[in-house]
């Protein structure tokens, strides 16, 4: 998931192993056409073979399986990609091992090095994650009196849930971290939540309900994980500037 350069021909990886933990290991390559090399590049899937020593992990050798050269050829699956590499490891170097937590790496790793909407796919994955690794939002009925979800309804971040619209229900609660959801988002949110991981990605929605969702998936990432993800952000902001860029209104720079 992580390749780090340090010394002089020693990298440190970071692997996901199919228990679903987090696995930092060392690697010495003695030259550049060493065999090793090809098992230090970020996102692949291979079979490692490991040395343990007291507390530490040094690779030995192994097999490259596949590379997922579509990733290392589009900037923005790559971006993907590193963004939801990110989360797991900050999530999961220090919780239980997390088996299925590999199984929807495999899922979305495959589906971003496809993506042709890469930004939209790496949101519905970091949000299963998060719901499957223990952070699963109420969105069945409010959760405070069990109302139906009907017009109004809101979703609380700092409960995690769903809220109507009575004003008991939401007393002593911040409005700010509230946000209304409507019919579309909801059923993409429940969709993402308890669809099987082949099919995870099998949905399409309106360019609203797709605003929508994008929002309330950074703001949960968020949340959940009591720190901000910057490097979707610079892509889009990236993005925008080269459109302005085409459309011939370049941002004005300062002082003109």
């Known amino acids: 998931?992580?390749?780090?350069?340090?010394?002089?021909?020693?990298?440190?990886?970071?692997?996901?192993?199919?228990?679903?933990?987090?696995?930092?290991?060392?690697?010495?390559?003695?030259?550049?056409?060493?065999?090793?090399?090809a098992l230090t590049m970020n996102f692949i899937l291979a079979?490692?073979?490991?040395?343990?020593?007291?507390?530490?992990?040094?690779?030995?050798?192994?097999?490259?399986?596949?590379?997922?050269?579509?990733?290392?050829e589009d900037f923005d699956r790559l971006a993907a990609a590193s963004h939801l590499a990110e989360i797991y490891l900050d999530a999961l170097r220090t919780h239980e091992a997390m088996p299925q937590a590999y199984q929807l790496w495999a899922y979305s790793v495959n589906r971003l090095n496809h993506s042709t909407t890469p930004l939209m796919d790496v949101r519905v994955a970091q949000l299963r994650f998060l719901s499957d690794l223990g952070f699963r939002p109420w969105l069945y009925d409010c959760g405070v009196c069990h109302a139906e979800y009907g017009e109004g309804t809101s979703f609380s971040f700092t409960e995690a849930s769903l809220l109507c619209r009575k004003p008991s229900c939401r007393q002593d609660l911040d409005r700010h971290q509230m946000v209304t959801v409507s019919p579309g988002l909801l059923a993409a949110l429940r969709y993402i939540l308890d669809a099987p991981y082949n099919a995870l990605f099998s949905f399409d929605l309106s360019a609203r309900v797709r605003k929508e969702f994008k929002a309330f998936s950074d703001r949960y990432l968020e949340w959940v994980m009591e720190k901000a993800y910057h490097r979707l952000d610079l892509v889009e902001d990236l993005a925008r500037f080269t459109q302005e860029i085409k459309a011939g209104n370049p941002p004005a720079g300062k002082g003109e």
């Open 1 to 37: 998931m992580r390749s780090v350069v340090y010394g002089e021909n020693r990298r440190l990886l970071d692997l996901l192993s199919e228990k679903g933990e987090i696995l930092t290991v060392s690697c010495r390559m003695s030259s550049k056409l060493s065999p090793i090399n």
């Open 47 to 72: 079979e490692f073979e490991l040395f343990a020593y007291r507390d530490r992990l040094r690779l030995d050798g192994g097999r490259l399986e596949y590379n997922f050269s579509g990733l290392q």
